[in-house]
């Protein structure tokens, strides 16, 4: 799959269809023109665009993803991570916290450990 960015409007166009899935390519047209103006073609040439980087699939006029949203932004935030970290989580989180930046509430710190003790019980990787 290729890099795995969208811009604003690609985003409101795929929001379209995961959260209508799975529709027929009429209805995607309609949904379309309703929330970003778009032509038939506008829509269709977009929808082609996500089918070869694997994203949608467009089968006989059906139209369904491939991927759901929360896989899709689980994939983006690592190739993020990846690309501007050097795959370091450590790395982004001292970014994400550091000077400048609002501290994290204990809610947010809470979450986070109960997210860390959650994947250390599931295996996670060792070094």
């Given at each position: ?24 390519s009429r ?8 929330a970003?103006?778009?032509k ?12 070869d ?14 991927l ?45 450990r ?6 250390d019980g ?6």
């Amino acid at each position: 799959m290729s890099e795995m960015r969208f811009g604003p409007v690609e985003t409101r166009f795929a929001d379209l269809i995961w959260e209508h899935e799975p529709l027929s390519s009429r209805d995607l047209v309609a949904y379309a023109e309703a929330a970003l103006g778009w032509k038939k073609s506008t829509t269709y040439t977009v929808l082609k665009k996500f089918c070869d980087r694997g994203y949608f699939r467009n089968d006989g006029g059906r139209v369904s993803a491939c991927l759901s949203r929360e896989e899709f932004y689980s994939r983006q935030s690592h190739e993020y991570v990846r690309d501007s970290f050097g795959g370091s989580l450590p790395a982004f989180l001292a970014a994400f916290t550091g000077a400048g930046r609002k501290p994290l509430s204990k809610k947010d710190l809470e979450e986070i450990r109960q997210m860390l003790e959650a994947y250390d019980g599931e295996g996670g990787e060792e070094e």
